[in-house]
């Protein structure tokens, strides 16, 4: 079945630095790519997604990228403010048929004023 | 615009009693629901999902159970709560079919299992 592998687990960085998030995935078949974040005492919220028929999407400061022949996907915040500190999850679709979402194990970002 | 809405935020409840928490979806038709469960500084685990009224399916076995009494309306219920059921609970819905749209969470409830 699919698997999604993400890393770091835990990322610092100094404020207005950059940045990275890196997940892969196993199922070939897999074109639609969300990325959430979690701040303390709420629910996953969508930040930002790319299809494959595409190779990065941008908003304001963050970004992803994809990488279908590689099957990885990353995302990419800039000039990162302490607000930016949550954990932040990737995912994979379900199969065509089934409805359980593949879930990275989380990123905790810390930005460092 | 949808609205996801989950009551309590947070429930402290004895080993043993029922469990009953509630989600609601405003502003979309026939969504799809989910309940997730995330422990402490955990991922997240799937524990049900439906795609219509009174169809439940169940991704674990478990002392949990899932309703859709109506359209927009999940429920998941205990009737008695062990320790192990502590953690954090999650309704989500998405857009049908739902393999190439994202979920949308809810706020969560914070159990603690006394």
């Known amino acids: 079945g699919e698997n999604v592998e993400q890393h770091p687990s835990t990322l610092s960085v100094q404020e207005g630095d950059s940045a990275v998030i890196k997940c892969t995935y196993s199922?070939?078949?897999?074109?639609?790519f969300p990325w959430y974040k979690q701040e303390l005492g709420k629910g996953p919220q969508l930040i930002i997604d790319i299809r494959s028929n595409v190779g990065e999407k941008k908003d304001q400061r963050i970004a992803v990228t994809l990488n279908k022949t590689a099957k990885h996907f990353s995302l990419h915040i800039t000039e990162t403010q302490p607000e930016d500190s949550a954990v932040y999850f990737c995912a994979a679709p379900p199969r065509t048929g089934t409805y359980k979402y593949i879930f990275g194990t989380g990123t905790r970002l810390k930005v460092l004023a | 615009s949808q609205t996801i809405h989950q009551w309590p935020a947070t429930l402290v409840q004895p080993v043993g009693s029922p469990l009953s928490l509630e989600c609601t979806v405003e502003g979309t038709s026939n969504p799809n629901l989910y309940w997730y469960r995330q422990a402490a500084g955990r991922g997240l685990q799937l524990l049900f999902y439906?795609?219509?009224?009174?169809?439940i399916s169940s991704e674990v076995p478990q002392n949990l159970s899932a309703s859709r009494p109506q359209d927009r309306q999940f429920i998941l219920s205990s009737k008695k709560l062990l320790l192990s059921d502590s953690g954090f609970y999650l309704c989500?819905?998405?857009?049908?079919?739902?393999?190439?749209?994202?979920?949308?969470f809810g706020n969560g409830t914070r159990l603690t299992v006394t």
């Open positions: 439906s795609v219509g009224i009174g169809q």
């Open positions: 199922d070939s078949a897999s074109n639609y």
């Open positions: 989500a819905w998405s857009t049908p079919p739902g393999w190439n749209s994202p979920l949308h």
